[in-house]
């Protein structure tokens, strides 16, 4: 299982990568394939800010539909237009080409309550 050392997780299962102010999240390779196969993904929140832990979206697989939470406050900048045409690409690809959205940064202490790869992979027993 692809757990990469240079990002943050949450209990919920979402990643989150800082680069400067703004930040890309998405779903663990663990959650995708606990999913299955995603056959959509619903993000309606661009454009607001949102707090750690609220809900910004949805991820349909064929067993299921999940939602998405913030794994920190800030104002969702960007969601990935790609996932509407290839949702598999979170299957594929969770921690490139199936990123989901992009926050700014609105308080960069709450990134020390999140977890560490170490700390994750101890989360789901890997």
Request: aromatic share 8%; net charge negative.
């Amino acid at each position: 299982m692809n757990i990469p050392a240079d990002l943050k997780y949450t209990k919920e299962h979402e990643w989150i990568k800082v680069d400067g102010d703004v930040a890309t999240v998405g779903i663990t390779d663990f959650a995708q394939g606990e999913l299955g196969d995603i056959v959509y993904v619903e993000i309606e929140t661009e454009g607001e800010t949102l707090d750690a832990e609220e809900v910004f979206g949805t991820v349909e697989a064929v067993k299921t539909v999940s939602d998405l939470f913030m794994p920190i406050g800030g104002e969702i900048l960007e969601f990935n237009q790609g996932l509407e045409a290839d949702p598999e690409a979170v299957n594929r690809d969770p921690y490139g080409a199936g990123w989901m959205i992009k926050i700014q940064v609105a308080n960069a202490s709450e990134l020390d309550s999140l977890l560490s790869a170490d700390e994750y992979k101890d989360l789901i027993g890997g």
